[in-house]
């Protein structure tokens, strides 16, 4: 799993645990509670909320997925997926996938 190089982070999770929580995702640490914010390689979707026991699935069905967001529950992955929405629109006035992995500095593995 990538991890993008500008993860955003719901409000509610504070800036002391961001680091430790983007630590733990790396080690493939069990983390519940949490909403994971990613973009599957290939996918036509643009984002998809997912909790980390489903990012572990996607993982074992060989997909390749880049982590751009964390949130506590559901609420806060929403308003997160909103805001990254949001931000690519007021950039470029059109969001697609591509303009979404620039704008997140995703860099898949060739």
Not at 34 to 39: M, P, S
Not at 103 to 110: A, G, P
Request: charged fraction near 35%; avoid cysteine; charge should be positive.
């Amino acid at each position: 799993m990538l991890i993008s190089e500008k993860p955003y982070f719901d409000e509610q999770i504070k800036e002391k645990k961001r680091k430790r929580l983007l630590k733990r995702l790396a080690k493939d640490k069990n983390i519940r509670h949490l909403q994971l914010i990613v973009r599957v390689f290939e996918d036509s979707n643009l984002l998809q909320i997912i909790s980390h026991a489903e990012k572990k699935r996607m993982i074992k069905r060989g997909k390749k997925i880049s982590l751009v967001g964390v949130a506590k529950g559901m609420d806060g992955a929403q308003s997160v997926v909103t805001k990254i929405v949001m931000e690519v629109i007021d950039k470029h006035g059109i969001i697609n996938a591509e303009l979404v992995e620039k704008e997140l500095i995703i860099k898949w593995d060739s």
